[in-house]
């Protein structure tokens, strides 16, 4: 079974600090994502990544950027955090196109982050 | 560009009667489409996705998914509803973007099954 992992459930920070979200997938998926979900407008892409030091913008990329320095990590940071960050963050991998083109993803339990 | 609709923002239904959830897609090429289920604090689950030349797709817990092309709908149903059910549904497609893919998810719909 894929599992991703996000490192902390829940996370209280404070407005300007910066912020690291870890995230590690241990099915050697190609594919990693980070989405934030907001009641009211689902989910929404911030990052994607299909290959180790690869980086696309999503849908809503400010105020973010993220590393992929190895296959199976795929870390956001909120460079100075603000209040409207905060949010129920969901990374998730999957496998490349070339592998399948209709591979589902696969998702980490979320991290609620807090801005305070 | 794709996309995906869910028209409801909720849908109730008692246990043990058949539940549907409604999705629409507009994609250009063939269509990628998938759904998954979320229980409250989790992350999405993935239930099933579309194969092509299958108008009835079966997936994990009992559900199934109606592609209709002429409609462009891929609906989610089960023959009989649990409590146990009662969750967010996300609809969702996949759309190619240049050097990879992304997916695209509707706004969702919660179903609640009463006892």
């Known amino acids: 079974d894929v599992k991703v992992t996000q490192s902390s459930r829940y996370l209280v920070k404070r407005t300007g600090e910066k912020v690291f979200l870890e995230c590690v997938q241990d099915?050697?998926?190609?594919?990693m994502f980070w989405y934030r979900q907001d009641p009211g407008l689902g989910l929404r892409l911030i990052y994607f990544?299909?290959?180790?030091?690869?980086?696309e913008k999503g849908d809503i990329p400010e105020g973010y950027s993220v590393s992929r320095e190895k296959k199976e990590r795929f870390s956001l940071i909120l460079e100075s955090a603000s209040t409207n960050q905060t949010s129920m963050y969901l990374c998730?991998?999957?496998?490349?196109?070339?592998?399948?083109?209709?591979?589902?993803?696969?998702f980490g339990d979320g991290t609620r982050l807090s801005i305070l | 560009a794709q996309s995906v609709a869910q028209p409801e923002d909720q849908v109730n239904v008692a246990e043990g009667n058949p539940l549907t959830v409604k999705c629409t897609y507009s994609?250009?090429?063939?269509?990628?489409l998938f759904w998954y289920v979320q229980y409250p604090n989790r992350g999405l689950q993935f239930l099933l996705k579309?194969?092509?030349?299958?108008?009835l797709v079966k997936g994990s817990y009992g559900f199934e998914a109606e592609f209709n092309k002429s409609q462009t709908s891929f609906h989610l149903k089960k023959p009989s509803a649990l409590v146990s059910d009662s969750a967010l549904y996300f609809c969702?497609?996949?759309?190619?973007?240049?050097?990879?893919?992304?997916?695209?998810f509707g706004a969702g719909t919660r179903l609640f099954v009463k006892a």
């Open positions: 998730a991998s999957s496998l490349a196109v070339h592998r399948g083109r209709n591979q589902p993803q696969h």
């Open positions: 099915m050697d998926h190609e594919n």
């Open positions: 990544s299909y290959d180790v030091k690869m980086k």
């Open positions: 994609v250009s090429g063939n269509p990628y």
């Open positions: 579309y194969i092509t030349g299958d108008n």
């Open positions: 969702a497609v996949r759309d190619e973007v240049a050097g990879g893919f992304k997916t695209i």
